[in-house]
């Protein structure tokens, strides 16, 4: 029999966990050939989603959590659940019940028709506001033109992996993760699921413009180096409007006795120039902080308490202890 892992991030999720539970065990009920069970990483939740995972685990056995010192984020809670599941198929999903667990049966036919990987996708992207969805596609456009994987419009991270797959998302080990393009950069046959966009079930997104512009420029920066090699195209096509420039002002002193006053065009020029070396020095900078925080290798996340009692989880899955197993496994 194989097991059937789920890893679910969760940051702030009181209010949802309850009803993703519920909807995990239907789902799980569906599935009578596999050994299921649930990994919850509280991400340095606030409010009480540390107690009601804790106390879930307590009752079910099926049910695991890792907790963290403070929130590190999402994708250093997918990857300690990664890092720390044993499960022969892994599914990542969030607690909000955005991603339709109805959904895994589908993936798990996928798996048997060949795949190594399900990925869901989002056909539309309803209670979404219009320029977060413009944004998205556009950082999805550049992401594909100037990188070598190619992202599909609309991939989430809600997939389910074999064993083989999850081995190689964790042989890549960068500290500032994105996994996004991760699960893309490794390769293996995926298939795409579809779906459509449904609001979470309580509480809200944790994602402002901010965290998302940061979230697109550490996707860029781990995947490419076209920026770089951008600055140094942008250094010689200024380098060379400036010797054309030059070319003109020489030309039209030869030609004209009138005396040359050029405040305005200086200004303007190095304002443009100071304005574009800034940037590029901005670019280079994106890449060295990268360089800095890999340097330092801290951990990507720090484990308060979990429910785990070894850090070999393949025994405690081998002794058949954290199953799911049946409707009433209280
Ligand atoms: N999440 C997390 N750490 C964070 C932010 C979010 O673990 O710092 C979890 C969150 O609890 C949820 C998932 O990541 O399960 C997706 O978050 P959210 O719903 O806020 O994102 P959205 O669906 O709006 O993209
Ligand atoms: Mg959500």
């Known amino acids: 029999m194989k097991n059937l892992e789920v890893i679910v991030p969760c940051y702030n999720e009181e209010e949802s966990i309850a009803f993703f539970e519920r909807q995990m065990e239907e789902i799980f009920a569906l599935l009578p050939e596999y050994r299921c069970s649930i990994l919850y990483v509280n991400d340095g939740s606030k409010d009480g989603t540390y107690q009601i995972i804790k106390n879930s685990s307590a009752k079910k056995q099926y049910v695991n959590y890792i907790s963290f010192a403070r929130n590190f984020g999402k994708e250093a809670a997918m990857f300690a659940g990664l890092f720390h599941s044993a499960g022969d198929f892994v599914v990542v999903m969030d607690a909000d019940l955005q991603h339709p667990p109805e959904l895994i049966p589908q993936m798990l036919d996928g798996i048997k028709e060949g795949y190594d990987c399900c990925m869901a996708r989002r056909i539309n ?21 100037i990188t070598s994987i190619d992202l599909v419009q609309g991939s989430t991270d809600y997939c389910l992996m074999t064993r083989q797959m999850v081995d190689a998302v964790l042989s890549l080990h960068e500290r500032e993760r994105f996994t996004k393009g991760i699960f893309q950069w490794v390769g293996f046959q995926k298939k795409y699921i579809e779906y459509e966009n449904t609001e979470r079930i309580a509480g809200e997104s944790k994602w402002s413009f901010r965290s998302l512009f940061r979230y ?3 996707g860029i920066t781990a995947f490419s180096v076209t920026p770089l090699h ?31 006053t050029g405040f305005a065009s200086i200004i303007i020029i190095l304002l443009f120039l100071g304005g574009m070396i800034i940037f590029l020095l901005g670019v280079i900078g994106e890449y060295l902080s990268k360089i800095y925080i890999e340097v330092k290798q801290r951990p ?12 070999e989880r393949k025994k405690q899955y081998e002794e058949n202890i954290d199953h799911y197993s049946g409707q009433g496994d209280q």
């Open 125 to 145: 992207r309803k209670g979404e506001n219009i320029i977060r969805q413009k944004l998205s596609k556009t950082f999805y456009r550049i992401m594909n033109l």
């Open 216 to 218: 697109a420029i550490s």
């Open 230 to 260: 951008l600055a140094s195209a942008i250094g010689i096509v200024v380098m060379l409007a400036a010797f054309i420039y030059a070319l003109y002002i020489f030309g039209s002193a030869l030609s004209s006795n009138a005396a040359r």
């Open 300 to 311: 990507a996340y720090i484990i308060r308490d979990t429910s785990l009692k070894t850090t």
